[in-house]
């Protein structure tokens, strides 16, 4: 059974930064891509970043370019999301999935992000 658990969302101000981290289990993990996806208040998945198996390869939805950053630790089984220049659109929680951009079903149980002043 595939096994997502996030953490690290929190309260932060605009232009703060936040790392979240999900720790993966019940399938190869260094076998998977991984990505993060999110879900803002009234709003539908919205895929953010991916990052392949073996860590050569990162994309990143045009939103968060240049102020989020993926990265994994395949001897940890664990996947993060190191979110710098935090503005309120980025308010929403914060899913770790198993797969590539277009995946959805296999994911955690989420971690609220709050962006605000």
């Known amino acids: 059974e595939v096994q997502l658990v996030e953490r690290g969302g929190g309260f932060v101000q605009p232009g703060g930064s936040l790392r979240l981290s999900c720790t993966a289990s019940g399938f190869t993990f260094t076998a998977s891509a991984m990505s993060w996806v999110r879900q803002a208040p009234g709003k539908g998945l919205e895929w953010v970043s991916t990052?392949?198996?073996?860590?050569?390869?990162?994309i990143y939805a045009d939103a968060v370019k240049g102020r989020f950053t993926i990265d994994r630790d395949n001897a940890k089984n664990s996947v993060y999301l190191q979110m710098n220049s935090l503005n309120v659109d980025d308010t929403a929680v914060y899913y770790c999935v198993k797969g590539g951009r277009n995946s959805r079903t296999e994911r955690g149980q989420g971690t609220l992000v709050i962006v605000s002043s």
């Open positions: 990052i392949s198996a073996g860590s050569s390869g990162t």
